[in-house]
């Protein structure tokens, strides 16, 4: 059966949050507070092994007061402002207000940069008649990103753990995000750079397809691919399998393998 409706996890699929010291350097800005380079380069390495920045880094070890918190933080908008602020006071910051005003911060159209090809590909799948949704692990209201940046147009639906209670790769979630774009799952294919996480889709019976969580500068066209899939079901008529793959080896990685590439624990998927 030919692919109808796509499916789009939110960061590092569509997009990019801003870097550990673009984050924590645009709220120190707004407060005022000039530090030694010294010392912000002391934080901002302390705040990525905590992972704090939701978008970001895993945290390197999760502390058993946060453990539960951490596994269920997309289910509400409450649980994941609790777990990220309870990572990010594992670093003692110059004020206290801080802490609040970082999470505030990252969800900001400003902390977010889509991918260089997620607008062509978005437009190239409406003008196919493909039906879109954005799927996320979300503990927030995405929606002003796209807007922001001029995606919302090119997107049907928005599915959001936070808004469901439950986080992919719970079936029912991508379920959901079927029914709200009016495709059955065999007609869709997920998109997405975690494999637990999207690749639950598989279970629906939806096609899955990955890409790199890498900066957007070094993933430029790793979208893509997407579109050479709906045209392939589009020309063949024929049915896509439920896994189409990983994503191949990008020339720009190539030429930096040591570029670091976050897990996706800590992520907003």
Not at 6 to 25: I, P
Request: hydrophobic share 40%; glycine share 10%.
């Amino acid at each position: 059966m030919a692919i109808k409706g796509v499916l789009f996890d939110f960061s590092g699929t569509l997009f990019r949050v801003e870097s550990t010291r673009e984050w924590l350097g645009a709220v120190l800005d707004e407060r005022g507070i000039t530090l030694p380079e010294e010392q912000l380069a002391r934080y901002v390495e302390e705040l990525t092994e905590a992972g704090a920045l939701p978008g970001g880094a895993d945290p390197s070890h999760v502390p058993p007061h946060l453990a539960e918190l951490w596994a269920t933080r997309d289910r509400s908008a409450e649980l994941h402002r609790a777990a990220y602020t309870g990572l990010a006071k594992r670093v003692t910051l110059p004020d206290p207000q801080l802490y609040t005003a970082l999470y505030e911060r990252h969800m900001t159209p400003a902390a977010w940069h889509p991918y260089p090809d997620a607008r062509a590909v978005l437009t190239g799948l409406r003008e196919r008649g493909a039906r879109v949704a954005v799927v996320s692990n979300i503990g927030w209201d995405l929606r002003p990103v796209l807007r922001a940046h001029g995606l919302d147009g090119l997107v049907d639906a928005y599915v959001l753990s936070y808004e469901h209670g439950v986080q992919k790769p719970d079936a029912r979630l991508f379920r959901a995000a079927c029914e709200a774009i009016g495709r059955e799952p065999d007609e869709v294919l997920m998109v997405g750079d975690d494999r637990r996480a999207d690749g639950g889709a598989a279970a629906l019976g939806c096609a899955v397809h990955f890409v790199d969580h890498l900066p957007v500068e070094e993933r430029p066209t790793g979208l893509r691919p997407v579109l050479d899939v709906v045209d392939l079901d589009e020309e063949q008529g024929k049915e896509g399998p439920p896994f189409l793959g990983d994503p191949p080896r990008h020339p720009e990685r190539a030429a930096n393998p040591q570029a670091r590439t976050p897990g996706r624990g800590s992520r907003i998927r």
